[in-house]
């Protein structure tokens, strides 16, 4: 071994990078990548917002104050109270909860279950009129009159709302999942595992979903977006989770006879879906742009 060869035990240690060059990444992957740097630190935000409400509540959300209803945002009441005397941003900070969760959520569930139904409709030929037709059938109702339709048959509540738009919003990631599997079939590689015997089960695991994933990720953070949406609807028409919780389709209920004369109720609950749905979205075309390498090459 050279004099100025390194012993095999510190060649094998990590790299560690000055404080100066990994600012340098940051600083360049958020150039490259501002739709991921803005959306997930606005997602981050939101989250921390959820998590923290206990603490940046100023008030309980449930509790009625018939002396103060209606008052206009001020030093103590930072967003105003409703008709009941409520604290408008207790109440919002609260219902960053409920469109977190449903949307999360449902964007798992609805990855999960519609990759499984895809990979089994695109490698299994025996089952994909089956299972197709039936996506088929799903698609050809709109998501939202779907979610009310099942709502009607259910009571009211976060898990049944989940289940609802879940239902809605599997067979978009089914038919993307289908499609790219027929197209993985018949690439060499495949092929090659194929003949060389790889049983069923390995293949997919090992060759098919790999190269799956990505598409799945950008798609389920619309879904996440459009869940969000889908349940503020339900709760503003009165389909979804009980009016007692605070959410901010309820909030935005509560508040829409009062619309002309005292827009802040609306305002605030509107704002921060729009911010938080416009955050998702963000981020799904920033990782749209970085997993796609036929973006990332006309770049």
Request: glycine fraction near 10%; charged fraction near 15%; aromatic fraction near 8%.
């Amino acid at each position: 071994m050279s004099e100025f060869a390194l012993p095999e035990e510190a060649a094998a240690l990590p790299e560690i990078l000055p404080p100066a060059v990994r600012r340098g990444r940051v600083a360049g992957f958020v150039l490259q990548h501002p739709g991921i740097a803005i959306g997930g630190g606005l997602i981050a935000v939101m989250t921390v917002l959820a998590l923290a409400a206990p603490w940046l509540g100023t008030v309980d959300p449930q509790s009625l104050d018939p002396a103060n209803m209606l008052i206009v945002p001020s030093a103590g009441h930072w967003f105003g109270t409703d008709m009941l005397g409520r604290d408008i941003y207790s109440r919002v900070i609260y219902g960053t909860r409920v469109s977190l969760v449903v949307g999360f959520v449902v964007a798992l569930l609805a990855s999960v279950i519609g990759m499984a139904i895809g990979l089994v409709s695109g490698f299994f030929r025996a089952l994909d009129p089956v299972l197709m037709r039936v996506m088929d059938g799903i698609l050809a109702i709109p998501s939202i009159l779907l979610a009310i339709a099942l709502m009607a048959l259910t009571q009211g509540s976060v898990g049944n709302v989940i289940v609802a738009i879940t239902i809605s919003q599997v067979p978009q990631v089914a038919r993307l999942v289908r499609g790219m599997v027929l197209g993985l079939r018949e690439q060499p590689f495949v092929e090659a595992a194929i003949a060389a015997g790889t049983r069923t089960p390995r293949l997919i695991w090992r060759h098919i979903v790999p190269n799956t994933l990505a598409p799945v990720i950008v798609q389920a953070t619309y879904i996440c977006a459009v869940a969000m949406i889908i349940e503020a609807i339900l709760d503003f028409i009165g389909a979804g989770v009980p009016p007692i919780v605070p959410s901010w389709g309820n909030i935005m209920a509560e508040g829409r006879a009062l619309w002309q004369v005292k827009p802040f109720i609306v305002f605030f609950p509107a704002f921060f879906l729009s911010v938080t749905v416009l955050a998702v979205n963000l981020l799904g075309d920033g990782l749209r742009d970085m997993l796609d390498p036929r973006l990332g090459s006309r770049k």
